[in-house]
């Protein structure tokens, strides 16, 4: 089998990125286990043997998908300069979360990426790696002085802070995944309270 083809080049990109969103809805349908390269491809509408071209193995998509999600988060983060810009990022994720937006990691997969990392170190590694860098950069946004766009907190108060972000951010994602058919109006406002209680000084 030959090595899998170098990033760069546009059209590599576009080929990744077509694999990695046929993987991502694979794994959401079928689980981890059940979806197997051959369906990946299948989905993908292209040959099992190109695909190798790109990645060699379903752990190496998996972890693309990983590394693809800590870029967004981090991008995420990097956009925040306000509370009100927290509470809008916040919301319009779960809103695409319920509506399963392909532009966003669906909470599904996210489900059985955490299961998937129970039995495989190497994916269970870059998860925690990824979760550490996002806490690591929402914990120094909320250090940041107020002047350069961050909130100022000491960084005892920021850590807990940032704790509480992430349990509620996860408990988001439970949620849109299990009730994707509830009204996201309401959430908004109980967004926008949490977030104005959590950033308050």
């Given at each position: 089998?030959?090595?899998p083809?170098?990033?760069?080049?546009?059209r590599?990109?576009?080929?990744?990125?077509?694999?990695?969103?046929a993987?991502?809805?694979?794994?959401?349908?079928?689980?981890?286990?059940?979806?197997?390269?051959?369906?990946?491809?299948?989905?993908?509408?292209?040959?099992?043997?190109?695909?190798?071209?790109?990645?060699?193995?379903?752990?190496?998509?998996?972890?693309?998908?990983v590394?693809?999600?800590?870029?967004?988060?981090r991008?995420?983060?990097?956009?925040?300069?306000?509370?009100?810009?927290?509470?809008?990022?916040?919301?319009?994720?779960?809103?695409?979360?319920?509506?399963?937006?392909p532009?966003?990691?669906?909470?599904?997969l996210?489900?059985?990426?955490?299961?998937?990392?129970?039995?495989?170190?190497?994916?269970?590694?870059a998860?925690?790696?990824?979760?550490?860098?996002?806490?690591?950069?929402?914990?120094?946004?909320?250090v940041?002085?107020?002047?350069?766009?961050?909130?100022?907190?000491?960084?005892?108060?920021?850590?807990?802070?940032?704790?509480?972000?992430?349990?509620?951010?996860?408990?988001l994602?439970?949620?849109?995944?299990?009730?994707?058919?509830?009204d996201?109006?309401?959430?908004r406002?109980?967004?926008?309270?949490?977030?104005?209680?959590l950033?308050?000084?």
């Amino acid at each position: 089998m030959s090595a899998p083809a170098a990033r760069g080049t546009p059209r590599a990109e576009a080929q990744r990125e077509r694999i990695l969103c046929a993987a991502q809805q694979c794994f959401i349908d079928h689980g981890f286990h059940a979806a197997s390269m051959a369906s990946i491809a299948a989905t993908a509408q292209m040959s099992a043997g190109l695909m190798y071209r790109y990645f060699a193995s379903k752990n190496a998509i998996v972890l693309a998908i990983v590394e693809r999600q800590l870029q967004e988060g981090r991008a995420q983060v990097a956009r925040l300069h306000t509370s009100a810009d927290l509470s809008a990022a916040i919301f319009d994720t779960y809103a695409k979360w319920q509506a399963r937006d392909p532009s966003v990691v669906s909470p599904a997969l996210l489900l059985e990426m955490s299961a998937e990392a129970t039995r495989d170190p190497q994916i269970a590694a870059a998860l925690s790696q990824s979760d550490e860098r996002i806490f690591a950069d929402l914990q120094s946004w909320m250090v940041r002085d107020r002047v350069h766009g961050g909130l100022g907190l000491p960084s005892d108060t920021a850590a807990r802070r940032t704790f509480l972000l992430e349990c509620f951010i996860n408990g988001l994602a439970m949620s849109a995944a299990r009730q994707p058919e509830r009204d996201p109006e309401p959430m908004r406002q109980v967004i926008a309270s949490f977030v104005e209680r959590l950033l308050t000084p």
